[in-house]
């Protein structure tokens, strides 16, 4: 399955939210790869960029996961631990897009790609 068709077979509120994130991704990163691994969209610059998980809520959400979130300064503090060792992630919902959050986490995560001797890691399992 390719991500275009996995965006295309969601529900009409994560259809909007996934292909708005991934849009975001794709300017921030140009030449980023995507593929659907362990089921939802992954995208890789330079190593595991980062992921979306459209998550079971009562109002559409999805989970925008960065591989190596611990390493991100959060310095908005808006990055949550769900567990997952290496993972953060930021929320996000319908009408709730902070596009120039988004950029910014963005872009912090393929600096720290660019400039990184170690590779992003393969995924942690998801929630």
């Not at 996000?92 to 992003?120: C, F, P």
Request: glycine share 4%; aromatic share 6%.
């Amino acid at each position: 399955m390719t991500v275009d068709e996995y965006i295309n077979r969601q529900n009409p509120e994560i259809h909007r939210l996934l292909a708005q994130l991934r849009r975001l991704i794709k300017e921030a990163a140009p030449r980023v790869q995507e593929k659907i691994n362990w089921g939802v969209p992954f995208f890789l610059y330079k190593g595991h960029l980062c992921y979306l998980n459209p998550l079971r809520t009562s109002e559409p959400a999805v989970d925008l996961c960065f591989l190596r979130g611990y390493e991100l300064a959060n310095e908005q503090n808006v990055l949550e631990n769900r567990g997952r060792r290496t993972v953060r992630s930021l929320v996000v919902r319908e009408g709730e897009v902070d596009e120039n959050l988004i950029r910014s986490l963005l872009q912090e995560a393929i600096l720290l790609n660019e400039t990184s001797k170690e590779k992003a890691g393969s995924p942690q399992h998801r929630e």
